[in-house]
């Protein structure tokens, strides 16, 4: 059975809540990472940086979850980066379209930069 770990911090200062999941994000694992970033949502955490550099693997089940919380997100004026996926995990994020509707990015501070308030 795949495993994953999900770590949270948030910078206070910024408002800006990182998400680390570590391992496999598929059907056996989604209802986890469902619940933390549903969880942050109701904390009124709107500002998500999703750190995929120890995303092992990713389905479409995963992938769904996001799509279920990016309009959440968004209507309270936040959005969420993924930030370093691992070749693998970049590419079903692109075959599955999400490269059009997320920012990915390679560099923690360039995703604190687009999250801060203008």
């Known amino acids: 059975m795949n495993t994953l770990n999900i770590s949270t911090s948030t910078n206070e200062e910024t408002a800006i809540t990182t998400v680390k999941p570590?391992?496999?994000l598929d059907a056996d694992t989604v209802l986890r990472l469902r619940?933390?970033?549903?969880?942050?949502i109701r904390e009124e955490h709107y500002k998500l940086i999703i750190d995929?550099?120890?995303l092992e693997y990713i389905s479409s089940a995963g992938v769904g979850v996001f799509i279920g919380v990016i309009k959440r997100v968004r209507e309270n004026s936040?959005?969420?980066?993924?930030l370093h996926p691992l070749?693998?995990?970049?590419?079903?994020l692109d075959?599955?379209?999400l490269t059009k509707i997320?920012?990915?990015l390679d560099r923690?501070?360039?995703?604190?930069?687009e999250l801060k308030p203008s």
């Open 78 to 82: 936040g959005d969420i980066i993924f």
């Open 102 to 104: 997320f920012k990915i």
């Open 95 to 97: 075959i599955l379209g």
């Open 52 to 54: 995929m550099e120890k």
């Open 35 to 40: 619940k933390v970033l549903f969880d942050l």
């Open 108 to 113: 923690c501070e360039d995703a604190v930069a």
């Open 22 to 24: 570590e391992g496999f």
């Open 87 to 92: 070749p693998t995990v970049y590419r079903v």
